[in-house]
């Protein structure tokens, strides 16, 4: 059976109830899995290192407070070739960086009256250094993304081009942050409908090929 | 761009809307077949939304296969009309007009219940929908809050409203797609009017 990173955080086993809804949509789940692939074994770190790809993965996960999925990528981060200064730094960025969304302003109009005011997240000083320009743009990206994608504008993404990234990085780290919102969602959803009473028509139970204890 | 602050949608709507992105995307001419198999669709290159996006081939595959099988895919789940109010409720939860335009135009044409879609754009997810499509918004919209506020009274809900597990999977993975589409849609360009797209 191939590796799939859902399946692992949910600890799905074949044939459980779990596997048979997600396996009811093969195509999704197999290209949910080649998504996390060509963003975390990509083949190429020209203009996204591993290193960043994980730092920005730790934070965005650690953000939503999907504890299993930010565990994931911190583990991988501090095990990754100079990710483990990162890594310390990233958590202290979580905390400075947590809160609720999604709020922002609208274009102005009648829908200003929905307009929700939320904390600007910045990198803390002591950590722009370390961090270094790139990263630290990326992660207040990641931050307007994650809580207040309603106010990202022309002039956040071309502070990311000023900052040293690509269109191609900008659009990987675009990806990224939107494919995490996404993986941490499914993850959510997933284990909250597997901690619930099924009411669904499940297989029968089969069972095992050898009764010998 | 030719487009002034003024003439950018500020309302959600199911009028057509066109995107203009705010990178320059890949040109017809820069393509190689890594790209074009990364557009799943040759008639993507048309789209500068794709185009963009195909700057990272490999996951435009796999985001668009994805979304193909989740949105599309007709062997039982949730009914079509149902998983497009899913993406819409998402959409207008982030605020996303643009998604909003296109998946609430596949709502109504699928459900033929244009008038209720309409007033989930103009009252927002508050809006009485009939307890089913009431269930199926308020858990695309507790899926889209961060952290997410999705938990057991919402799957109960959904449940009493009539929906199998493999129907509240559909609508888990359509709001989580959506969280993914709007972030791009939001952040890689803007809404204009359908004649300047």
């Known amino acids: ?213 | 761009m030719s487009n002034t602050q003024s003439d950018l949608p500020n309302v959600f709507t199911q009028d057509e809307l066109g995107w203009a992105p705010w990178l320059e995307p890949l040109a017809e001419s820069d393509l190689t077949d890594r790209h074009w198999t990364g557009l799943v669709d040759a008639s993507r290159s048309k789209s500068p939304y794709f185009m963009l996006l195909a700057h990272d081939p490999e996951v435009l595959e796999a985001r668009t296969r994805a979304d193909k099988d989740i949105f599309y895919n007709p062997n039982g789940g949730l009914p079509r009309a149902e998983r497009e109010l899913s993406a819409t409720a998402t959409s207008r939860h982030n605020g996303c007009i643009f998604c909003a335009s296109v998946h609430s135009r596949f709502a109504s044409t699928h459900s033929k219940r244009r008038d209720d879609v309409q007033r989930l754009l103009d009252e927002g997810i508050g809006a009485d929908l009939g307890e089913r499509w009431n269930a199926v918004t308020a858990a695309a919209v507790a899926l889209t809050d961060t952290p997410v506020d999705f938990g057991p009274d919402e799957i109960a809900r959904l449940r009493a409203a009539g929906l199998d597990d493999f129907e509240i999977t559909d609508v888990i993975s359509a709001s989580a797609f959506f969280n993914w589409a709007n972030r791009l849609m939001l952040s890689l360009g803007e809404p204009v009017p359908a004649k300047a797209a």
């Open chain 1, 1 to 213: 059976m191939s590796h799939d990173l859902i399946d692992q955080v949910l600890s799905i086993t074949p044939g459980s109830h779990l596997d048979q809804l997600r396996r009811h949509r093969e195509v999704a789940r197999e290209n949910i899995q080649k998504a996390y692939d060509a963003l975390f074994a990509p083949r190429d770190t020209n203009e996204v290192s591993l290193v960043e790809r994980l730092a920005i993965a730790s934070f965005v996960t650690g953000l939503h407070g999907q504890i299993v999925l930010a565990d994931h990528y911190a583990h991988l981060l501090s095990t990754s070739e100079g990710g483990v200064a990162v890594a310390a730094l990233i958590n202290e960025e979580i905390e400075r960086g947590t809160t609720e969304g999604p709020y922002g302003t609208y274009p102005a109009g009648p829908l200003a009256s929905e307009n929700k005011q939320g904390p600007l997240y910045a990198v803390a000083p002591a950590n722009r250094t370390h961090l270094g320009l790139r990263l630290r743009v990326a992660l207040e990206h990641a931050h307007l993304l994650v809580f207040r994608p309603r106010d990202a504008s022309r002039e956040a993404l071309h502070g990311l081009i000023n900052a040293g990234w690509s269109t191609a990085g900008v659009v990987t780290i675009s990806q990224l942050v939107a494919y995490l919102a996404f993986q941490t969602r499914i993850v959510e959803g997933l284990s909250t409908l597997a901690a619930t009473d099924v009411t669904a028509p499940r297989l029968p139970k089969v069972a095992p090929a050898s009764a010998i204890a």
